[in-house]
Structures are given as structure tokens and as C-alpha cells.
């Protein structure tokens, strides 16, 4: 994938999360954030680690195994991340470590983390699909 490719899938992806996590809050009729004392930039540092999570990806695409293994480990990368910033997050507003495993624990199985990681799959394993360097591969394995 070229730079620009990789900007604009990243971008999308971003895009793709506030819009996932709108329909998903109504959907739920929950907050992204339970917590009310996280502050405003909470989840929009989370969503801006996972975009830059994806542009790293998709710059890798095609690279680093096939489509499959690209997909399963940037959606992977993306719930770790997004937990992680998270966690770092709260835990510095808070002022006590132990938030750092208590908002893991909460959040892990949160729709609001594990939507933008399927998006974050899909888009990458899209990108690893339809990269130059998948295509040439699948082409020396095909005898073309």
C-alpha cells in the first residue's frame, strides 16, 4: 500500500469509529465512557491510538502473511490498544493504580471496544486482500 492509501484507509477508520460508537450508544442506550469523571478526551485519545494502530497496519499490508493473519492482528492490536490508552488514561485521573486493571476488566468485552477492533479487521484484512505484494503472491503460488 502506498502512504496516501494508508492515510486515507486510516482516516476512514476513524471516521468509522465515532460514527460506530454513535450507533452503538443508541443502540445500547449506554455512554462510551460509564465513567463520568474520565473527562472529555478519553475516548477520542483511544479512537486516535486505534486509527494510528491502523495506518501502521495497512502500511504493513500484504507483508506480513496474507489477508487472515493482517485482519487478526490489527483487530488484536486495536482491543490492546484501545484498552490500554484507556486504562493509562483513567488510571492517571484517578490516581490509583489499580484502575488500570479495573477499567481493563470493564471495558475488555465492551461493545465499545470491540466494534472499532472488527472494523479495524476488516478494513486491514481488505487492505491486505487487495494490496500489490497479496496479489503477486497469490499469482507465484497459482503457477500464473
Same mark, same amino acid.
Not at 496516501?4 to 476513524?14: D, E, K, L
Not at 472488527?118 to 479487521?121: L, M, N, P, V, W
Given at each position: 500500500?502506498?502512504r496516501?492509501?494508508? @492515510? =486515507?484507509? *486510516?482516516?476512514?477508520? !476513524?471516521a468509522? #469509529?465515532?460514527a /460506530?460508537? %454513535?450507533?452503538?450508544?443508541?443502540?445500547?442506550?449506554a455512554?462510551?465512557?460509564?465513567?463520568?469523571?474520565?473527562?472529555?478526551?478519553?475516548?477520542?485519545?483511544?479512537?486516535?491510538?486505534a486509527?494510528?494502530?491502523?495506518?501502521?497496519? @495497512? =502500511?504493513? *499490508?500484504?507483508?506480513? !502473511?496474507?489477508? #487472515?493473519v493482517? /485482519?487478526? %492482528?490489527?483487530?488484536?492490536s486495536?482491543?490492546?490498544?484501545?484498552?490500554?490508552?484507556?486504562?493509562l488514561?483513567?488510571?492517571?485521573?484517578?490516581g490509583?493504580l489499580a484502575?488500570?486493571?479495573l477499567?481493563?476488566?470493564?471495558?475488555?468485552?465492551s461493545?465499545?471496544?470491540?466494534?472499532?477492533a472488527?472494523?479495524?479487521?476488516v478494513?486491514i484484512?481488505?487492505?491486505?486482500a487487495?494490496s500489490?505484494?497479496?496479489?503477486?503472491?497469490?499469482?507465484?503460488?497459482?503457477?500464473?
Open positions: 500500500m502506498t496516501a492509501s494508508s @492515510v =486515507m484507509i *486510516a482516516i476512514t477508520y !476513524g468509522l #469509529v465515532i /460506530a460508537w %454513535g450507533l452503538t450508544s443508541l443502540a445500547l442506550d455512554e462510551v465512557m460509564q465513567y463520568s469523571d474520565a473527562g472529555p478526551l478519553l475516548g477520542p485519545a483511544m479512537a486516535v491510538a486509527t494510528l494502530v491502523v495506518g501502521g497496519w @495497512v =502500511m504493513r *499490508a500484504g507483508r506480513a !502473511g496474507g489477508p #487472515v493482517s /485482519a487478526v %492482528g490489527g483487530a488484536a486495536v482491543w490492546f490498544v484501545m484498552l490500554l490508552v484507556g486504562s488514561g483513567y488510571t492517571m485521573t484517578r490509583s484502575w488500570l486493571l477499567f481493563a476488566g470493564s471495558y475488555a468485552t461493545a465499545f471496544i470491540l466494534v472499532p472488527i472494523i479495524a479487521g478494513l484484512g481488505l487492505a491486505a487487495l500489490p505484494r497479496a496479489k503477486s503472491f497469490a499469482r507465484l503460488h497459482r503457477g500464473d
